[in-house]
């Protein structure tokens, strides 16, 4: 059971605007950045965010990053066929002096 | 070409022991921390262990601590992770990633992976 939360799925059409959430608690989100990382089938893992709300060079705008308290979203605006993917949330957990990942939110473009 | 090649996966049995190594090219070994991040099969992504720059300090997942020893040698490039006492919930794909400090210490680099299975 992970420390961070995230929905299983998340599902839309192409051209369309969706949002991904992150739960986590005050001594790991709370309490400092989180990041976003996305994961083609049979691939390594490509940063997508950093800094809770910063796109690393090359990462395209149509992805953006939030956080508010103890939660951080991930928002993906004009959806594409490549977006399909499982997208993962991570933070560093004060308490186990550790990162933590979110159980992955696999999205689906219908 | 800035890349991270792992390499050391192979079946093992319970109780069996394992290094992992993970070569790096094409960029400053020695400037950048780094991570092993694991994913069992049709799993989500845990973070394994993290070495410093110099390698004279490193943190583990309560998980794995006291089994698996992350080390590194700068003159060689290379990242390794000894894991001793492997059970079967350590089956998983390996993957090494550099810490980006411009990036507020992300992973920004992640090697292809090497495959462990733990087996009985």
């Known amino acids: 059971q992970s420390l961070l939360t995230q929905p299983p799925s998340a599902s839309g059409t192409p051209g369309q605007r969706v949002t991904m959430s992150c739960s986590g608690s005050?001594?790991?989100?709370?309490?400092?950045?989180v990041y976003w990382y996305q994961q083609r089938p049979g691939a390594a893992p490509k940063l997508l965010i950093y800094?809770?709300?910063q796109r690393p060079s090359g990462v395209p705008d149509r992805f953006s990053g939030s956080k508010s308290g103890t939660s951080a979203s991930l928002a993906v605006s004009g959806l594409r066929s490549e977006d399909e993917a499982d997208y993962y949330c991570?933070?560093?957990?004060?308490?186990?002096?550790?990162?933590?990942f979110g159980g992955g939110t696999k999205l689906t473009v219908l | 070409e800035v890349q991270l090649v792992e390499s050391g996966g192979g079946l093992v049995q319970p109780g069996g022991s394992l290094r992992l190594s993970c070569v790096a090219s094409?960029?400053?070994?020695?400037?950048?921390?780094m991570n092993w991040v694991r994913q069992a099969p049709g799993k989500g992504l845990e973070w394994v262990s993290y070495?410093?720059?110099?390698?004279?300090?490193?943190y583990y997942a309560d998980s794995v601590k006291g089994r698996f020893t992350i080390s590194r040698d700068n003159a060689k490039n290379s990242l390794y992770l000894q894991m001793n006492s492997l059970r079967n919930e350590d089956t998983a794909v390996y993957f090494c990633?550099?810490?980006?400090?411009?990036?507020?210490?992300?992973?920004?680099?992640w090697g292809q992976g090497t495959m462990v299975t733990v087996f009985s």
């Open positions: 990633a550099r810490d980006q400090e411009k990036y507020t210490n992300a992973f920004d680099l």
């Open positions: 094409g960029f400053t070994f020695s400037s950048y921390s």
């Open positions: 070495i410093i720059k110099s390698g004279s300090n490193s």
């Open positions: 005050s001594s790991n989100i709370g309490n400092n950045y």
């Open positions: 800094r809770s709300n």
């Open positions: 991570a933070t560093w957990d004060d308490s186990l002096s550790g990162w933590v």
